[in-house]
């Protein structure tokens, strides 16, 4: 007997929209190599998006690359890729830190381009706790991320830092998540415009 027939209509209804909905693992794996592809080659042709960095004192900053943009600092090779990815980059001045957060679903990459960023990772076990791994992360690094990666990246050095992100697709909602006793737990939605 599946899981599916043993459940009423209605939860049995309910597992196949998540099963359908649910990315099947290669197609995770081509949409991490696509942004992780992306993102390199974004990062590798800084010069061609330099000038838009912006540096806020009072808070993070970050802007979505228009796509023409984008399109011209990338080999045509690539452009295939870029269809349905959202390139946003991102300025660090030290002690500034995202939340923990996910990407709606997306995955993804980040590159550094200057400076030194800290990922710290956070996953669910399957006893219900969590287990936490931090990375430093310095210019030239490359990081791929799956759906449902959870994360906060945070500049902890002395040097401003700019990193550029390539999500796939384009995320339309984040949720930010604090660490208690019982696992992740979900403080916070917002609506990408
Ligand atoms: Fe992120």
Do not use: K
């Not at 209605?10 to 794996?29: G, K, Q």
């Not at 190599?33 to 000038?51: E, H």
């Not at 390139?87 to 939340?99: C, N």
């Amino acid at each position: 007997m599946t899981l599916s027939t043993a459940l009423p209509p209605a939860a049995a209804d309910l597992l196949s929209t998540i099963t359908a909905t649910r990315p099947a693992p290669d197609e995770i794996t081509a949409r991490r190599t696509s942004a992780t592809a992306l993102a390199a080659a974004l990062a590798a042709n800084s010069a061609a998006w330099a000038d838009l960095v912006e540096y806020r004192p009072d808070r993070r900053w970050s802007s979505v690359l228009d796509h023409a943009t984008a399109a011209a600092a990338l080999d045509p090779a690539l452009h295939a890729d870029l269809v349905g990815a959202q390139v946003e980059l991102f300025s660090w001045l030290p002690g500034q830190a995202t939340a923990l957060h996910d990407h709606g679903g997306a995955a993804g990459a980040f590159a550094v381009v200057h400076g030194a960023l800290t990922e710290l990772t956070v996953t669910e076990t399957a006893a219900g706790g969590v287990h936490d791994e931090e990375v430093l992360l310095t210019a030239g690094r490359v990081r791929p991320f799956a759906p449902h990666h959870v994360h906060q990246v945070t500049n902890v050095g002395v040097l401003p830092a700019v990193s550029v992100h390539v999500h796939t697709p384009r995320p339309t909602v984040v949720h930010t998540y604090r660490i208690a006793a019982c696992g992740l737990l979900r403080t916070g939605t917002e609506q990408l415009g």
